[in-house]
């Protein structure tokens, strides 16, 4: 029986190339430390996105829920760094999130339909390496990021959906379109030899 395609994995013009997941596994330390960054900022955009657009009440409901899900996962993060002793360690951010702002149209409302869009990407790009590790490290990662690609999963369609709705456009063509652009962007960013490990970089050089 063929296994069916994630939902997630069907916005993704590009799968994770195998020697990240190689080098995550190897540096799992290093990986765990941009996880817990990760988290925060995921926290953080939510949040932002409930300032920006506060007359959005269905919207600022479900992000206020989603940061404190995030938040729960960063404190989970934190946790396992403290049971495995892993050091925080301050780190520079990569190219990824900055490579996906700057595809952003910077007007409104094309502007909140791409965030919105940007948040389904790289929700979408978790849950996919999250399933791509969890096969190859030991518990508790293992038992943690099958957890956490469930989680990822939901918030990919959360932010798609929300997508939807804002799309103003005639026959709702706009988010499908910008969906298309964006997606091949992240898919560059996500594949292309990249100097900076993180959790969304590129195939390491």
């Given amino acids: 029986m063929t296994e069916a395609v994630p939902p997630t994995q069907t916005v993704l013009l590009a799968p994770t190339p195998a020697s990240w997941v190689d080098y995550a596994v ?34 600022s409901g479900a992000l206020s829920r989603l940061a404190r899900e995030e ?36 007007t409104e409302p094309a502007r909140k339909l ?33 957890a956490l690609e469930r989680s990822e999963a939901r918030h990919f369609e959360l932010y798609l959906n929300l997508a939807r709705e804002a799309d103003e456009s005639d026959g709702g063509g706009e988010c499908a379109r910008r969906l ?13 030899p990249d100097r900076v490990f993180r959790f969304h970089s590129g195939a390491p050089v």
């Fill in 26 to 59: 190897a540096h799992w330390r290093l990986l765990l430390v941009d996880h817990a960054n990760c988290e925060k900022k995921a926290a953080s955009t939510a949040l932002s996105l409930m300032f920006a657009y506060s007359e959005d009440r269905k919207l």
């Fill in 71 to 106: 938040l729960r996962h960063f404190e989970q993060v934190q946790r396992i760094m403290q049971t495995l002793d892993v050091p925080d360690v301050r780190q520079k951010p990569g190219r990824y999130a900055a490579g996906l702002r700057a595809a952003m149209l910077k």
């Fill in 114 to 146: 791409d965030v919105l869009l940007v948040g389904a990407l790289i929700e979408a790009r978790s849950a996919e390496r999250f399933r791509l590790l969890v096969p190859r490290l030991p518990d508790p990662l293992a038992e943690f990021y099958a």
């Fill in 180 to 192: 298309a652009v964006l997606a091949a962007r992240e898919a560059e960013l996500a594949t292309a």
